[in-house]
């Protein structure tokens, strides 16, 4: 009787975090705020490891996520999809078992002509998942599929396990290649307009000027993969707007809210996903690539690591609908913002992530994540099989959704 009754207080609650997704997705649509991402693709020249890393801040009004493993030929392959995606062939981050990774970001300044095929930007990174090996191969599938069907306005960022690191700006008739290695940085930072499309038109410019600070405040411009993961991801300041600093939020009271307006900062109340995929030094291994993935908004969620070699997704990231992790994100999201009209949807009340009580659960976050960061290289130093990273991935999981469950 009592496990019955435990399964039913599970389901309600889970019908409730829906609900409040649902809520702030009809609020964040009215704001415009939908299909803006924050992105960066970092060569091995600029990584601490010689890894490249891919990142993406997935900004959407499809604000409930899964992830999906798809078996596919010649290359399976994970990917972050929308939660009503049964198929996988609507990818908006992925990795596959070559070690080829790819994300994109709409560009609002690209040509897009009246009556050509649009939108379908999560269609051919699945195909490009299922198809290429490298950078230089999903250049050969944008020569090959170039025209009024190919269906783009976007730019898309890869990675390979070649040393392959690239941007490219695509719409239906035409593309520029930008490589993160002849970068003088050796990275390429991307929001929502490219660099050859129309000047001083598109979107995410703030978000893009806050980007170009967070990595010019690293001085020996080396950036590690948990750096952007735990720091990069959660960022909540506008350069143009002065805000409350970082370490003055500890200092908050508990009893009072502190709101920040975050429309146009990294993360924000459309953030749906982050991912940041650590792949592999050229000639390394295709299966060391490591998809890390935080499902719902970064400072309400906890990255779980991912193999392709694993064949599998934890339930507790994938299954039907909404995840249960994201289920949970969406909890704590709907603390974070209580205003559920379009009007104030983007205010976040900072005195829940950090206050001088020490009831903000940030920290809680943070110190697991970095925990699970720390076991997971332990872990890849074994060189395990793909058994044990599918065992390895779903206990990571498992302990990631118990951690949210435990925040009130």
Same mark, same amino acid.
């Given at each position: ?6 399964? =039913? %207080?599970?389901? *309600? ?36 490891? #010689?890894? $490249? ?20 030929? +010649? ?32 560009? @609002? ?15 051919? *990174? ?11 191969? =999903?250049?050969? @599938? ?5 025209? +009024? ?34 970068? $003088?940085?050796?990275?390429? %930072? ?7 499309? !129309?000047?001083?038109? #598109? ?25 952007? %993961? ?8 506008? $350069? ?16 009072? &809210? ?36 935080? /499902? ?8 779980? +690591?991912?193999?392709? !070699?694993?064949?599998?997704? +934890? &339930?507790? /990231? ?11 994100? *969406? ?21 829940? %992530? !950090? ?6 659960? /940030? ?20 060189? $395990? ?24």
């Amino acid at each position: 009787m009592q496990g019955r009754r435990e399964a =039913f %207080l599970s389901a *309600m609650r889970r019908v409730e975090w829906i609900a409040v997704a649902l809520i702030l997705v009809a609020a964040l649509s009215e704001g415009a705020t939908a299909d803006e991402c924050s992105t960066a693709v970092i060569s091995g020249a600029a990584s601490a490891d #010689g890894r $490249p890393i891919l990142w993406k801040n997935r900004d959407t009004d499809h604000l409930l996520n899964r992830v999906v493993f798809v078996a596919e030929a +010649p290359y399976s392959y994970l990917g972050v999809v929308d939660a009503d995606d049964a198929s996988g062939r609507r990818v908006y981050i992925g990795l596959n078992a070559a070690g080829f990774a790819i994300m994109n970001t709409v560009a @609002y300044n690209l040509p897009r002509e009246s009556g050509e095929a649009a939108d379908l930007e999560g269609t051919i *990174m699945a195909d490009a998942l299922r198809r290429c090996r490298t950078v230089d191969n =999903f250049e050969d @599938y944008l020569k090959e599929n170039t025209g +009024p069907g190919l269906g783009s306005q976007a730019n898309f960022g890869a990675i390979d396990a070649a040393g392959g690191a690239a941007v490219f700006e695509v719409h239906n008739n035409g593309y520029r290649r930008l490589d993160a290695s002849s970068a $003088p940085e050796k990275y390429v %930072l991307v929001t929502n307009f490219s660099r050859s499309g !129309e000047v001083d038109q #598109g979107r995410g410019y703030v978000r893009f000027e806050r980007l170009t600070e967070l990595f010019r405040e690293d001085a020996d411009g080396k950036y590690a993969f948990d750096q952007v %993961l735990g720091d990069f991801t959660r960022d909540m300041r506008n $350069p143009y707007v002065p805000g409350l600093d970082p370490a003055k939020r500890a200092k908050l009271p508990a009893d009072r &809210p502190a709101y920040v307006y975050t429309q146009q900062t990294i993360d924000r109340g459309s953030t749906a996903s982050a991912v940041v995929i650590h792949g592999v030094e050229a000639g390394g291994s295709a299966n060391d690539a490591t998809m890390w993935v935080i /499902l719902g908004e970064p400072v309400c969620g906890i990255a779980v +690591p991912l193999w392709v !070699e694993a064949g599998e997704a +934890p &339930p507790e /990231l994938g299954g039907a609908g909404a995840s249960p992790i994201n289920a949970e994100s *969406m909890r704590l999201k709907g603390l974070l913002r209580p205003f559920k009209d379009a009007e104030r949807a983007e205010y976040a009340d900072l005195s829940k %992530l !950090e206050n001088r009580n020490g009831t903000g659960w /940030l920290d809680v976050l943070v110190r697991t994540e970095k925990a699970i960061i720390e076991r997971t290289n332990q872990f890849l130093a074994t060189n $395990p099989s793909a058994p044990e990273k599918a065992r390895f991935q779903k206990q990571i999981a498992a302990e990631a959704l118990e951690t949210l469950k435990g925040i009130r």
